[in-house]
């Protein structure tokens, strides 16, 4: 197979050039765009990344994905992108999956693309085969920079998979099983969804990118089906022996509008026992899991109730890292974690069988993570929330909202946060151009 090459362009547009780089990266059937929104960390290493087309694939449904996933990654020396879904639990923590799934994406799927565009503030790189590089830097200038509203739709009536009284029965049973001392926290999720949705993503995904820019979006297509993702959310990434991982527990709104109750909300949020007892058991739990892969006594907590702001909430993030056993390959730094904890709470195998048993729907790809690996095997990949999914085929739309019930959750309110976080869709699909 001949070896992949990278070409870099000097960028005088950044803006112009990303939306080219998206439009370009639409036409293709298996397209991912990584967008880091111009968010200012230490950790990211590129403004957004493309990868498009298919040179090989692995897909695979939980039970044995992830050995499947180390046999191909062994074979290549190539960087990988690609997704996890939620429903690998049955696979990494022994709990079935029987609910139904209306949008199917496979359990797991990465592919070796055709083309790959490194993107930075002022350097585009193009990663192809066969000196490819001029006609692929020809295709991208020649697309459109802007949004190209096909045709006006019909309007998406959605629909909640639970209405508010059973959402909040539910949450005091699960209150009863914290009390019981099943479990300490749980994530809970809700499905909201329409049938025979006619949508066009991509204007959709950037009017999602305007309404909420966010440090790990993505637009994600396989088959006819779409990630629509603007995630603030890092799930695991690795540099070198350094693993990170940076969960979020702790939500309050934003008031735009006023500066001084929006810096009120802020320090409520920071403040609130609530929010830091069920941030910081979801630290626990990930130091728990970052302690299977990485060497005794590394694990350490580096940031703790980080408050950061985004368009429409303030969260609680806080930063776990660890330095790596040597000798693991990077499949198993994976399954060793997954499903990340601040997607389903402690402790994680009890949790999840709680999830399986109160929730109505398969949370697929929600709550799994969308990255890619590097021919190092350095890696980076987010957790998939604030999302829209869409089966092109079947014309089902999805998306989810959940929140962290502990004993002391307030059932109304956790209600209200889940609404808080699907406000960004919800506008969208009202006014999509």
Request: glycine share 4%; charged share 25%.
């Amino acid at each position: 197979m001949a070896s992949r090459a990278f070409v870099s362009f000097p960028v005088h547009d950044l803006y112009k050039v990303k939306q080219q780089v998206l439009n370009w990266s639409a036409r293709f059937n298996t397209c991912c765009f990584l967008d880091n929104q111009q968010y200012k960390s230490s950790t990211h290493s590129f403004e957004c990344i493309a990868a498009v087309g298919e040179r090989s694939r692995v897909e695979a449904r939980a039970g044995d994905a992830f050995n499947q996933l180390k046999h191909f990654s062994s074979q290549q020396n190539d960087w990988l992108f690609g997704h996890l879904s939620f429903d690998l639990k049955s696979e990494t923590e022994s709990v079935p999956a029987h609910l139904p799934d209306a949008i199917g994406f496979p359990d797991l799927f990465f592919f070796i693309p055709e083309t790959i565009i490194l993107l930075n503030h002022d350097r585009l790189s193009i990663g192809s085969f066969q000196d490819q590089h001029d006609r692929i830097l020809s295709e991208i200038q020649a697309a459109s920079a802007h949004v190209e509203v096909k045709e006006q739709l019909p309007e998406t009536v959605i629909r909640q998979r639970l209405q508010k009284a059973e959402y909040i029965h539910i949450v005091e049973r699960l209150k009863e099983h914290i009390l019981r001392g099943d479990c300490y926290e749980i994530n809970f999720c809700q499905e909201f969804y329409a049938e025979q949705a006619i949508i066009d993503p991509m204007p959709l995904f950037q009017a999602l990118n305007r309404i909420s820019p966010s440090p790990f979006s993505a637009y994600y297509t396989l088959a006819g089906k779409f990630l629509l993702c603007a995630s603030p959310e890092r799930y695991l990434k690795r540099r070198g022996d350094l693993i990170v991982s940076q969960p979020i527990k702790g939500t309050a709104p934003r008031d735009l509008q006023n500066k001084q109750q929006d810096e009120e909300l802020r320090q409520s949020l920071l403040n609130s026992e609530k929010d830091r007892a069920e941030n910081v058991m979801v630290v626990d739990l990930v130091r728990n899991d970052l302690s299977r892969i990485c060497k005794p006594d590394t694990v350490k907590v580096e940031e703790l109730f980080g408050i950061y702001s985004f368009p429409q909430v303030h969260q609680m993030i806080s930063t776990i890292q660890g330095r790596l056993k040597p000798g693991l390959h990077w499949t198993e730094m994976i399954s060793s974690t997954f499903p990340m904890g601040s997607m389903t709470g402690a402790p994680k195998k009890r949790v999840l069988e709680l999830i399986e048993q109160y929730e109505k729907t398969k949370r697929g790809l929600f709550s799994g993570a969308v990255g890619y690996v590097k021919p190092n095997q350095d890696f980076d990949f987010n957790v998939v929330i604030r999302s829209l999914l869409y089966n092109q085929h079947n014309h089902y739309l999805a998306y989810f909202a959940g929140s962290g019930i502990t004993s002391g959750s307030d059932p109304e309110k956790e209600y209200e946060e889940c609404l808080m976080k699907i406000s960004a869709m919800e506008e969208i699909l009202k006014t999509p151009a």
